[in-house]
C-alpha cells in the first residue's frame, strides 16, 4: 500500500508537488549481532538531549553513477543501512528510561524504519531545500509512532527520490545517542558501504562508561544564578518562527576587523585574533538580548558547546559516537551586553573556550550534570540563554558520496521548536550557490514578535 501526500511549496515556491509513500519497512542488521541492555553516559542521559534530531541531505542527480543513471538510490541506501547496522547495532535497538531516571538501550535487532517515497517534481523546483519552511520540509522525514514497552527507535530514515534524479535522506537520530560527530560518523560509515567498500573506515566505538560523572556538590548552589536572569515582554511563548540567515565572507571579514580596531590599543600578543566562532557568537548573543528585549537589570548566558573527544585523559578513542561535548558559558549583565564594546564580549567567550579544554573541567562538569541528573532538576534557558553549535566541520556535505557525489545542502529541521530556542546552529553553505562561499548559514528558531528585530541586526552584519 502506498500513501499520497498533495502539498502546496514553500513560500518562496509556489508550484505545488506530490508525494507517493511506500509501506514503512524494518530494516535490520545484515548478520546476527550481540543481544545486550547498553548503559548511556552522563552527558547522553541529559533530559534535554532526549529527543529526536532530525535532518535532510539533498543529492542530485549523477548520470555518472557507477552503476548507471538507472541506479536506484532507495534500494542502495536500504542495503547500505543493514550492512552498517552490523557495526552499529545498538541503533536497531529500542530506547527507553528507565524508573530510576536513566536511559538505556536494549539491543533486540528490531531494526531501523525505513520509508521510501517518490515526489513527482524537480529538487530545483523546491530550491534544494534551501530556506524550506517546516510543513513543507518535515514530508520529507519520517519517525514513526511508538506505543511498545521495549521504548522507542533510535533511528529512522526516509529517503525521496525526485523526477530530475536526485534525491534526498530524511535521517532522525536520537540525540542521547549521538553528538553531531558521532551522527556524522555513522552517516559516513553508511555512505562508504553503498559506495562499494566492505567494512567501515571508522569501526564504531560504545564506552560510554568513559563519560559517566560521579555525583558532587549541591547543585541549588551552583544553578543560583538562575533567578537574576533576565525577562522578555515575548518570553515564554508557542508563537515561534524560524529564521535562516546566509553570512557572506565579506561579512565576517568585515566584523573580525572592527573587533581588532576595538582592541588597537590594548596590549596583547602579536599573534591575537579571533576566531569565527568567537567573533560570531559574540555578535549573536548580542542580536538575541536585543531581540528579546531582555530587562538591562538582569543577566543573561551564552553557552558554546566545546568537543571533549581530545580533552579526556586518555582521549576517547576515534570510533566514539556518543554525546562528547560540553557547554563553555559565559554570563553578563544585559546592559553590558547591549552597551558594552563587543570585543569584550568575544574576549569572554575565547576564554570560556580555554577555561573548557582541560580535563579537570570535564570531570567536574560531569560531576555536576550527574547530580542535576540524579536529583531530577531542569536548568531553565529560554529567552536569556544562547546556545551556539558549529557544524560547518563535520564533514556532512562534500565527505558523504553514496555515489551522487557529496550532498549540496544539509538541512536541520527543528520541529519541536520550542526545545530548540535557544539553540543556534552555525552551518555549511549550500554549495550550489557560489556567492556563498567562504561563508556560512545560521539557524535560529526565535518568537515571532522578536524575529523582525534580529533580521534587521543580522542585515546590519
Not at 550481540?34 to 542521559?45: G, Q, Y
Not at 555536576?368 to 532538576?377: A, G, K, W
Request: proline share 6%; with cysteine.
Amino acid at each position: 500500500m502506498s500513501v499520497s501526500v498533495n502539498s502546496s511549496m514553500a513560500a518562496n515556491h509556489d508550484m505545488p508537488f506530490f508525494l507517493v509513500k511506500k509501506d514503512a519497512i524494518l530494516v535490520k542488521p545484515s548478520s546476527a549481532t550481540p543481544s545486550d541492555v547498553l548503559s548511556l553516559s552522563t552527558i547522553d542521559n541529559d533530559y534535554v538531549f532526549e529527543q529526536i534530531s532530525q535532518t535532510i541531505y539533498v543529492y542530485q542527480a549523477n548520470t555518472n553513477h557507477p552503476n548507471g543513471a538507472d541506479s536506484d538510490p532507495a534500494h542502495l541506501i536500504r542495503e547500505a543501512l543493514s550492512r552498517v547496522l552490523f557495526y552499529y547495532y545498538p541503533l536497531a535497538g529500542k530506547l527507553k528510561r528507565q524508573s530510576d531516571g536513566t536511559l538505556r538501550i536494549k539491543c533486540n535487532a528490531d531494526g531501523v524504519p525505513f520509508l521510501e517515497a517518490t515526489a513527482n517534481c524537480q529538487l530545483s523546483s523546491l530550491g534544494y531545500f534551501d530556506g524550506i519552511d517546516t510543513k513543507t520540509a518535515k514530508q520529507f522525514l519520517f519517525y514513526p509512532e511508538t506505543d511498545s514497552d521495549d521504548g522507542y527507535h533510535p533511528l529512522a530514515l526516509q529517503v525521496t527520490k525526485f523526477s530530475c534524479g536526485g534525491f534526498t535522506i530524511g535521517m532522525g537520530l536520537s540525540h542521547s545517542v549521538c553528538d553531531g560527530t558521532g551522527a556524522a560518523q555513522f552517516f559516513r560509515a553508511m555512505a562508504e558501504l553503498a559506495s562499494g567498500k566492505t567494512e567501515p573506515s571508522v569501526k564504531p566505538v560504545w564506552e560510554r562508561e568513559r563519560l559517566a560523572g560521579k555525583p558532587s556538590g549541591d547543585p541549588i548552589t551552583l544553578l543560583a544564578d538562575a533567578a537574576s536572569m533576565a525577562a522578555s515582554p515575548h518570553w515564554p511563548t508557542t508563537d515561534l518562527v524560524h529564521g535562516l540567515f546566509n553570512i557572506t565572507s565579506d561579512g565576517l571579514i568585515k566584523l573580525k576587523n572592527s573587533l581588532m580596531t576595538e582592541i588597537e590599543n590594548e596590549t596583547l600578543d602579536e599573534s591575537f585574533s579571533f576566531t569565527t566562532i568567537e567573533a560570531l557568537g559574540a555578535y549573536v548573543w548580542r542580536s538575541r538580548i536585543r531581540a528579546f528585549e531582555l530587562n538591562p537589570d538582569g543577566k543573561s548566558i551564552f553557552h558554546l558547546a566545546v568537543g571533549i573527544r581530545n580533552i579526556t585523559n586518555p582521549p576517547l578513542p576515534p570510533g566514539y559516537y556518543g554525546n562528547a561535548f560540553l557547554s563553555s558559558p559565559s554570563v553578563l549583565p544585559v546592559k553590558d551586553l547591549h552597551e558594552g564594546p563587543l570585543s569584550n564580549v568575544a574576549k569572554m567567550i575565547k576564554e570560556s573556550k580555554k577555561r573548557a579544554s582541560n580535563n579537570d573541567y570535564v570531570v567536574n562538569t560531569l560531576s555536576f550534570l550527574e547530580t542535576v541528573r540524579q536529583q531530577r532538576m531542569k536548568i531553565e534557558g529560554g529567552a536569556a540563554s544562547t546556545i551556539l553549535t558549529d557544524w560547518r566541520r563535520l564533514g556532512l556535505l562534500e565527505e558523504v558520496d553514496f555515489g551522487w557525489k557529496g550532498a549540496v545542502n544539509i538541512v536541520p529541521v527543528l520541529l519541536n521548536i520550542v526545545a530548540f530556542v535557544e539553540v543556534c546552529i552555525l552551518l555549511p553553505p549550500c554549495s550550489l550557490d557560489p556567492a556563498a562561499k567562504g561563508g556560512l548559514r545560521l539557524l535560529v528558531s526565535l518568537p515571532r514578535a522578536a524575529m523582525a528585530k534580529f533580521e534587521e541586526e543580522m542585515n546590519a552584519l
